[in-house]
C-alpha cells in the first residue's frame, strides 16, 4: 500500500506543478484528441498479462494546466475479458513544438467476465501520457502511455501496463 500511496503523491505534486515556461505556437487548437491504440497490462500478484484494444477521448478545459481523459481498454485473457473505463485528470507540460508530457490519475471502473461470472468494481488509475507529433499543425500523432492500476474490490488487484497508437486531432 506505501507504493499506491507514494504514486499518488507524485502525481498530485506534479499535478501543482507550474505550466511549461516554453510557449508554443500550435496552430488553432483542437476541440478534442481521440487516441486509438492498443493495450497491454501485467498483473503484480502473479495472474499474467493481456492485452486488446484501447480507446480514449481528451479535451482541455484548461489550457497548459488541466486535460481530460475518459477511456476504456478491453484486456483479452484465457476465460476472462477485462473492460477497464476511467477518467483521468492529467496535468500537461510542452516538451516542444512537437512533444508533449502529462501526469494523471483519476478513478476507474472495472468490469471482468471470467469463467461465466460477472464482477464490477470501483479502481483508481495513474498514468504517464507522452504524445509525439510529427508536425507542429498537431493534427495526427502518436502516443505512449505507461500507467498503474489498484482495483479497490476484494483481493485488491494491482497492475502495470501500457497503452500506445494514433493520435488524431478532432478540430
Known amino acids: 500500500m506505501n507504493g499506491t500511496k507514494s504514486l499518488l503523491l507524485a502525481s498530485l505534486i506534479l499535478c501543482l506543478g507550474s505550466p511549461s515556461a516554453q510557449s508554443v505556437d500550435r496552430g488553432p487548437e483542437s476541440a478534442a484528441i481521440v487516441e486509438l491504440g492498443e493495450a497491454t497490462a501485467w498483473d503484480l500478484k502473479g495472474g499474467g498479462s493481456s492485452f486488446g484494444p484501447d480507446l480514449a477521448v481528451e479535451v482541455t478545459p484548461i489550457e497548459n494546466w488541466l486535460e481530460l481523459e475518459g477511456g476504456t481498454s478491453a484486456f483479452f485473457r484465457l476465460h476472462s475479458i477485462e473492460w477497464d473505463t476511467d477518467l483521468l485528470f492529467k496535468k500537461p507540460w510542452t516538451l516542444s513544438e512537437k512533444v508533449e508530457f502529462m501526469a494523471g490519475f483519476g478513478p476507474e471502473w472495472i468490469h471482468t467476465s471470467e469463467y461465466g ?55
Open 117 to 171: 461470472e460477472t464482477t464490477n468494481s470501483l479502481g483508481f488509475a495513474v498514468i504517464f501520457d507522452f504524445m509525439f507529433w510529427p508536425t507542429s499543425e498537431h493534427r495526427f500523432g502518436w502516443y505512449l502511455e505507461p500507467g498503474y492500476d489498484y482495483d479497490f474490490a476484494r483481493g485488491h488487484d494491482r497492475s502495470v501496463g501500457i497503452s500506445g497508437g494514433l493520435l488524431i486531432a478532432i478540430p
